[in-house]
């Protein structure tokens, strides 16, 4: 498995490591609801939910960057690339879908 991972180009890793800290902001945001509710932990809630918007926005951008540089850089055909760059695009298409329809 790290053999596999080693082998991978640099914007191949950033589109795993852009989806997995996307969904770590999204799954920060839902798990510190609970803690509006009490006031003296309120603050984790404050603080989770603006770390958890910081991480997701700095990922939207990230993902454009590097969704980019997928689709011009390297050398492969369209067709092997597009799961790398469905991956890479996931934050953007979860703020475009939660624009549109929420």
Do not use: H
């Not at 309120?42 to 700095?58: A, C, D, H, K, V």
């Amino acid at each position: 498995m790290i053999y596999i991972f080693t082998k991978l180009q640099w914007t191949k890793k950033s589109a795993i490591l852009i989806f997995g800290i996307a969904f770590f902001a999204v799954l920060l945001k839902w798990t510190t609801k609970p803690f509006r509710i009490n006031f003296e932990l309120r603050w984790i809630y404050e603080y989770g939910q603006l770390i958890s918007t910081y991480l997701f926005f700095g990922c939207v951008l990230w993902s454009l960057i590097n969704t980019v540089i997928l689709n011009y850089d390297t050398k492969e055909k369209f067709n092997k690339k597009v799961i790398w760059i469905l991956i890479s695009s996931s934050p953007i298409l979860y703020l475009t879908l939660n624009i549109f329809i929420g």
